[in-house]
């Protein structure tokens, strides 16, 4: 019903920045929880931001609070997610997803509904 493209990763070096795109397709998510996880080698995928259907309460990882911003463009069916100061530890596959339960626990990986199929962001020191 949803199908979800993620862009825009890549390799940048420490202290750079990146901005990924998840598109979304077969419907509209403007009523929709968005999310933004990772996952490295050897680990488990991990949450690391989220924006709620309304497009005003957003949640973060400790990890990266401060770094990262999420948002969202309803008109564009599209949600970003803008990556300054980036650590090698935030190598891994970005994976973005929606909820469609409006009021979801987004932080919990197992509430999402849809996934995309990730996309490579690598930070070298």
């Known amino acids: 019903q949803v199908q979800l493209v993620e862009s825009g990763g890549g390799l940048v070096q420490a202290g750079g920045s990146l901005r990924l795109s998840c598109a979304a397709s077969g419907r509209t998510v403007s009523s929709y929880g968005m999310g933004w996880f990772r996952q490295a080698p050897g680990k488990e995928r991990e949450f690391v931001a989220a924006?709620?259907?309304?497009?005003?309460?957003?949640y973060y990882a400790d990890s990266v609070k401060g770094r990262f911003t999420i948002s969202r463009d309803n008109a564009k069916n599209t949600v970003y997610l803008q990556m300054h100061s980036l650590q090698p530890e935030d190598t891994a596959v970005y994976y973005c997803a929606a909820d469609t339960r409006r009021f979801g626990e987004l932080t919990i990986r197992d509430e999402y509904d849809y996934w995309g199929q990730g996309t490579q962001v690598t930070v070298s020191s």
């Open positions: 924006i709620r259907w309304n497009g005003v309460s957003t």
